[in-house]
């Protein structure tokens, strides 16, 4: 078995997750991994792959993570960076046996202790983590107006320009000016000519029912962004547009119904928050769970560098995290695909992540729970043996729920909103479902029957999803 380095509290959290999980482990001297020096000069000695342009510099804080441990390498991990060409979709799974998280629990652990690769593991603060480099440059604040969703025969969704954009670009533009200037009537007309001229493209009904609430046109304004609807039904805009609509009107169901669906379509608008936020006792997203912040990266000499809080749960997402980036042989295993298919971000790896966090979680309190009741055991300390509402909170979901809407909205969601548009419907349900609960309703169902408990939809993956063995264990969510 060979030895991985987990320099302080870090390296003493992952040898308790190895011990309580039968794995085993060696001791590590002087916070460095003490790995067998390789018989041969490492063949994988090229130079690290060039970041893309749209990797940010480092601070000081964050390069000194990556400082190189003086240890020998049996095997140098390359730089990896997400293709974010591709993306991958999931269907609802509900986590209906704890087993199954230890199950990912114990491929996280297993593999970074017997990786030819060295992977360092270390606390990093959450604002040192670097989630660009993770998953791409952030996405765009809007959803696009100018893009439509063409869905393939499996209901998933590729973006490409409206066709006849060029026509309406000079009217639409005029538009916007008359409009930010305060001549809402000027700027109906030149939306209405706008309409004429691409009657298909959505951007102009939405400029235009823009324009006629300015001029107090309720009633035309919603039949404008019905109209962008009925052409793409994925705009957060129109369905942000709708909600203000429904709320001037105090229909607030309809409008947190609205306010929902452009949530679920693009988890980054600033609008759609907005009205949300408005639409919310005491704001929207109270009930919400923190996602975990991590570093990820490869140093100079071609380690693995895995930086999170100083928690079991947080430390193994952390670990999967990195071991789903960098190991290809176990990402060509879990999604069944060749070694050589690029790595690109997929809800899969997230829920994967996530699942193993919990069963860190369930380790820690199942060995809190033993040792309290041994008399002859000193007591562990209190806050390693308190619950954590957080993971509480996220495994209750993946029980009841299943956690692809909450890695669609709170992770994948937030740094590439785009993809949101793109869901296949059964996805699309459960991210709305999530953000009825748990951003407008505080986990509590509403009195107008907004959110209401029931079992997901089951669809088929539209990437598999990993084996997932069954054992007895007597542990319940």
């Known amino acids: 078995m060979l030895e991985t380095c987990y320099p302080g509290d870090m390296r003493a959290i992952f040898m308790a997750a190895l011990v309580a999980l039968g794995l085993g482990a060696t001791a590590c001297s002087s916070g460095h991994a003490m790995r067998p020096a390789p018989s041969a000069p490492n063949a994988d000695a090229t130079p690290l792959a060039a970041a893309p342009s749209w990797v940010p510099p480092y601070t000081a804080a964050q390069q000194a993570l990556l400082t190189p441990p003086d240890t020998p390498l049996q095997a140098r991990a390359p730089r990896v960076f997400p293709d974010l060409t591709r993306f991958g979709y999931a269907g609802d799974h509900r986590m209906e046996d704890p087993e199954e998280s230890l199950h990912f629990t114990r491929m996280v652990v297993t593999v970074i202790d017997e990786s030819p690769r060295l992977y360092v593991i270390m606390e990093a603060a959450p604002e040192l983590s670097n989630t660009v480099i993770q998953y791409g440059p952030t996405g765009p604040q809007e959803s696009d107006e100018w893009q439509l969703l063409q869905r393939d025969d499996h209901g998933v969704g590729r973006l490409s ?18 409009l930010r200037a305060g001549n809402a009537t000027a700027a109906r007309a030149a939306f209405e000519e706008a309409t004429t001229q691409a009657p298909r493209h959505p951007a102009a009904h939405i400029g235009l029912a823009r324009a006629l609430v300015a001029t107090g046109a309720l ?4 039949q404008s962004y019905q109209r962008a609807l009925a052409i793409d039904p994925t705009l957060a805009s129109a369905h942000t547009g709708l909600a203000e609509l429904a709320e001037r009107k105090g229909d607030v169901a309809a409008a947190r119904r609205h306010i929902a669906e452009a949530l679920a379509y693009h988890p980054r608008s600033r609008n759609a928050w907005t009205v949300a936020g408005r639409l919310t006792p005491g704001g929207a997203g109270q009930g919400r769970i923190d996602p975990f912040r991590i570093f990820l990266d490869v140093d100079s000499a071609g380690a693995i560098h895995v930086g999170s809080a ?3 749960p947080a430390q193994v997402y952390a670990g999967c995290r990195a071991v789903l980036r960098y190991e290809p042989e176990v990402r060509a295993e879990i999604f069944k695909q060749p070694e050589s298919t690029p790595y690109y971000l997929t809800i899969v790896e997230e829920v994967v992540c996530l699942e193993a966090a919990i069963g860190a979680y369930l ?8 040792e309290a009741d041994d008399p002859t055991t000193p007591r562990p300390p209190a806050s390693s043996a308190e619950p954590d509402p957080q ?3 996220l495994a209750r979901i993946a029980h009841e729920e299943g956690l692809t809407g909450y890695a669609m909205f709170e992770i994948l969601g937030a740094h590439r909103p785009e993809r ?3 869901a296949p419907q059964p996805l699309h349900e459960s991210i709305v479902r999530y953000v009825e609960r748990h ?6 169902p509403s009195t107008d029957g907004l959110y209401q408990t029931r079992a997901p939809n ?8 990993p084996r997932r063995p069954r054992t007895h264990l007597h542990a319940a969510l």
Do not use: C, F, Y
Not at 171 to 176: D, I, K, L, P
Not at 363 to 370: G, L, S, V
């Open 420 to 422: 949101a548009r793109g």
């Open 219 to 222: 009633g035309p304004a919603e």
């Open 363 to 370: 380790i820690e309190q199942a060995k809190a729970a033993e």
């Open 310 to 312: 100083p928690s079991g």
């Open 458 to 465: 089951r669809a088929p993956n539209h990437v598999s999803e």
């Open 391 to 393: 993971i509480e909170a």
């Open 439 to 444: 951003i407008l309703s505080q986990d509590e």
């Open 161 to 178: 320009p409206v066709p006849d954009g060029t026509k309406i670009r000079a009217a639409h533009t005029r538009g916007e000016d008359l």
